[in-house]
Each structure stands twice: as C-alpha cells, then as structure tokens.
C-alpha cells in the first residue's frame, strides 16, 4: 500500500522546542508534544556515564530535528552532539554504489561488465560475475571478513588493509552460489567496487566520492576513512560493554568501499535529500538504487543498490543499516511521506532501526497504518496434537544449501527448537507448527523427514532430516591432528579432540569447541558448520561453513 505524501497537523501549527544547543539543536519547528516524544525514545542516554547516539530527523528534504544522547568519549567527557563524527559502517556502501553508477553514466563502465575486466586476479569460476552482482549482493562471492577472520582466528589486533583483502579474495576456489542466483550479503563485492572506482577513474574511491558526491552536496564532514591512524577532530569513540564496565570497541582497518564512512546525522539527512530532489545522479539512477533485484530462480530480493525496501505500518520505506565494532547506524525514508530518519550510535548494543522507527512513530503519527498487534500464543490458534508425533518430530535437521543447521527437541509436551530448547512449536494443524512469537511457519513432512520453514520475508528453507550420532571419545580422536587451507593462504587449524567435543584451535584466544550432530558434522559456536570429509574412510579434511562462506576447505597434514 502507497500512502500520498502527508504533513501531520501538529507540525503545521509546530512551535520551537528549546534544548540545550550543546546536546543538539532543532531546524525549522516542531511541536513539543513531537519534541519530547523523541526525546523519551533515547530516554536511557541522557547521562554523561554511557555512550549513546545522535539522531537527525527530515520533513521534505527540510531538517526540522538533530540532537546527541550520551557521550562521544567516555575518557574525555565529550557529549554526542549532531556535529559529532561516527563511523557508519555498510551505511557506506551506498556511496560506493552512487561512485559506480556516476561513472557508468560517464560511459567509463558498464553494470552488466564481467569484474575480471577490471580485476583480472579474481579467478573465472565457469560464468562472469558482473558489476551488477556486487552491487546486490548477488555475486556468491564469500564474505571478506568471515574469510579474514577464519584465516587469522583472531584479527581485532590486527591491522587490516585492501592489500589484505586483495589477497585472500583470489584465493578461493569457489563460490558460495552461482551469480545471480541467490542474494547473499557480501562485504567483499563492496572492496571490489572500490577498487574498481579506483583502477576505472585513476582515482581513489576516497578522492571520487568527495570530488563528485560530498562537495556537490555540502557534506563537509563526511569523507571514506582509508587511513587508520588518521587524526579525525569531533569523531566519536565506540564501546562494548564487558563484565559489567564500557570497553573501546572501534574498527582496525583500512579497508573501504563496504564500509569506513566517517560522517555526521546532518550530512546523512543532505544525502537523504538528494533522493527526492537529486543533485548528484539523476531520478532514473535514484529509482535503480531503490529496484528489488531479481533472481535466476524467480525470486525476488528486496535489496537494490545498496538499498532495501520494506514496509512500515502500511507505508513504504528505504532504508539501510551497519555495524562495524561498537558502532550501529541506520538511515531511513518514507518516499511517500517525505519523511527521513538518521540514528547513529556509538555502542554494540544500541539497535538504532528501532530507535527510528519510534521517532518516525512520533512524527508521522496518523499518516501511518495502526501498528500491527504481535498476539500471543492462544488457545484459538491452536490444535493438539499428540505427544507421541510431538516426539517422532524431535532430531537433527539440515538445509543441504546453506549447511544450517536445527536441532527439534521434545520437553514437557512440547516441541522446542534449539539445543537448549529455547524456542517452542505451536500447532495450528496436523502438519504445520508456528515458531512462537514469529510469524514463521513450519510445515512437516513425517514420511519424508523434512521441514518446509517459511517467514515473512527471506527464502524458505527445506530442512531435510538427518540421523543423529552419539559421539564416544574414540570416535572424536579420529578427527583431531593438523589441517591447513590454501584458500587461506595456507593458514593451518589444529583440533583436538577431548571425550565429548572437539576444540578447533589457530591460535591465542581462537578456540572453537564443536559438538557432533551428525555423521561427521559438527556445528560450533558463531553459527559454524565444520563437515569432515573421508577418503577410504580415514578422515582426510573438513569444510567450514557460516551464514555468509560456504565449504572453505581444510586439508589434514599427514603426521611428521
């Protein structure tokens, strides 16, 4: 549903809020009823003893809100203002995606280009991977960061830089799909692209992006931060919390493109403008960005370049996220509504969509559909069901493509999901269950042993059932030994096998401890898949499966 642009009538007949002009500032006018509603949204970061966030808020390209909550610097009490600098994590891609499509309208490129001609040293893997790929996250190129982290076990000390990402990208053998046929997201197309700024315009994609977007539009404190240890004045610290105490949580490298945009609300709300009146791009540019990309299967992916649409209480949205370190931002609009919100946060915790989505609940008030009820599991909306076939439905399940995995339990009469049982079953039929307070459905097939999950938004997943083994610690030393990955640049895991799990080990501080679930299969912790593999039956490697790399290979060492 599409709702006509609609201004509320308490912004018409809107008076001056009156704050404290070194926590923030407000343009234009706006109710005080609007004003403190905002206000209590970031109620819990009034304080000079938590990080917190800075928010900017737009009516038709017109600033009307910008204010700081909590602190910038808990070292050197500095408050977070609306001038305050964070870092904005995959809010920048969309800026790497504007580069690329200037430069395309420049005739110096084409989206549907195969990216070897560019960037020679990433392998051909049997079909092009084009421009258009990348900026959809369509590509099945693994994810830089997963693969990074995997090879190094642990990099947060650790410098990163491009050149580090440009060689460990043309290292692997293969993809996570077949381009085009799924969207996966993947920091690494975003690196790609710009380096592909950089090698097409003979500039940095730093350089480009200020030259032809940040100058045109008057954003004077946003630039792509491709030096480390560059002093940047009014930037703003990040933080996690620790044992019960702040601790700096901040990005350690130089690479950009996917990310490393340092830049401010107010900057952000001149950008969000640029949608609906364009100065840099044009209006047919815009509206790509803003198109669902289509898929080889049929489907359809709700992100664009670098943009997602949704739908919020009836209308629709624009919006993009990002999380790097402690920090989490988020940028969205109401096209219809010319309406745009900016929250950026500077600690791990912080869920900065949400803290939108109130202050566009302020704002827009009755221009927006009543709030959708999240109901509670009733007795109407289920069916009993027996606890012998509750039963027969526990084990072990796996999506063949993705390798994820899902454990189905049996406890107190009912169905749980999860080793822990953390998450119930309710039965609206004979064959299907809802996940409580989800609107996710699962369909079961008893016969086949499979489960059809299916939600809202996102792909199905076909779980097919899978035998569940007892592991003995006779079994477990069959794995353990030395096992090296070229596609990591030969970096070298070693496991160990203990009398009820295996610990998979590449360093300092790097344990991983893996549970069998099945023949051979394993999951550990941070959502890993590890699927040992045989030759003659003797254990002769593994894969490493995530949400965002799939089947990174390891090769047992022979013992010396």
Not at 20 to 35: E, H, K, M, W, Y
Not at 369 to 380: F, I, M, S, W, Y
Not at 448 to 471: D, K, M, N, Q, Y
Request: hydrophobic share 40%.
């Amino acid at each position: 549903m599409r709702l006509h642009s609609f201004v509320p009538a308490s912004l018409i007949a809107a008076t001056a809020l009156a704050f404290p002009l070194s926590a923030g500032a407000q343009r234009g006018s706006v109710s005080d009823t609007i004003g403190r509603a905002v206000d209590r949204v970031f109620d819990a970061y009034h304080g000079t003893d938590s990080p917190g966030c800075a928010v900017g808020v737009s009516q038709k390209g017109r600033v009307v809100y910008e204010r700081g909550y909590g602190m910038a610097n808990l070292e050197t009490g500095t408050p977070i203002t609306p001038a305050s600098i964070f870092h904005v994590a995959s809010v920048s891609k969309q800026f790497t995606a504007m580069a690329i499509m200037l430069l395309a309208r420049d005739g110096k490129l084409s989206l549907d280009d195969d990216i070897r001609k560019y960037l020679p040293e990433i392998p051909s893997y049997g079909t092009p991977i084009t421009i258009r790929h990348l900026l959809t996250h369509t590509s099945g190129l693994r994810d830089q960061w997963d693969l990074i982290a995997l090879a190094r076990g642990r990099f947060e000390e650790d410098r990163i830089t491009e050149a580090d990402v440009m060689d460990i990208v043309p290292r692997q053998t293969a993809l996570n799909f077949t381009p085009g046929a799924e969207y996966l997201y993947s920091n690494t197309g975003f690196t790609l692209l710009g380096v592909i700024v950089k090698r097409v315009s003979g500039k940095s994609l730093r350089d480009f992006a200020d030259e032809r977007i940040f100058k045109p539009l008057g954003m004077s404190s946003t630039h792509f931060h491709d030096d480390y240890t560059m002093l940047v004045p009014g930037r703003t610290s990040a933080y996690a919390m620790r044992g019960g105490s702040w601790h700096v949580s901040i990005p350690n490298y130089d690479t950009y493109g996917a990310t490393s945009l340092f830049t401010t609300v107010g900057d952000l709300l001149k950008w969000q403008a640029n949608f609906e009146n364009p100065i840099v791009g044009d209006r047919a540019l815009i509206a790509r960005m803003e198109t669902r990309t289509p898929l080889t299967g049929g489907d359809t992916s709700s992100y664009g370049f670098c943009l997602a649409t949704d739908q919020y209480r009836g209308a629709r949205v624009v919006n993009h996220g990002g999380a790097d370190a402690g920090y989490r931002t988020n940028v969205e609009r109401f096209p219809e509504l010319g309406f745009a919100t900016v929250v950026l946060c500077n600690f791990a915790a912080a869920n900065p969509a949400a803290l939108g989505r109130r202050v566009a609940d302020a704002y827009l008030g009755s221009a927006l559909a009543p709030a959708a009820r999240v109901t509670a599991d009733v007795a109407q909306q289920s069916v009993a069901l027996s606890p012998d076939k509750l039963r027969a439905r526990a084990g072990v399940y796996l999506e063949p493509r993705t390798m994820q995995v899902i454990e189905l339990e049996f406890s107190d009469g009912r169905l749980m999901m999860g080793a822990q049982g953390n998450q119930g079953f309710v039965p609206i039929s004979d064959d299907r269950m809802r996940v409580t307070g989800q609107p996710t459905i699962a369909t079961f097939n008893d016969a086949a042993g499979t489960i059809e999950l299916v939600s809202p938004t996102g792909r199905p997943l076909h779980l097919e059932r899978r035998p569940s083994v007892a592991s003995t610690p006779q079994m477990l030393a069959a794995y353990a030994g030395d096992y090296i990955s070229e596609e990591l640049g030969g970096a070298v895991k070693r496991v160990v096998a203990t009398d009820s799990a295996l610990v998979l080990n590449s360093g300092p501080g790097s344990a991983m401890t893996m549970r069998l679930v099945f023949a051979d299969t394993f999951i550990g912790s941070g959502g890993y898949t590890v699927q040992f593999t045989r030759t003659r039956g003797q254990v002769t490697g593994f894969d490493v499966t995530n949400n965002r790399i799939r089947h990174v290979k390891f090769v047992k060492r022979k013992p010396t």
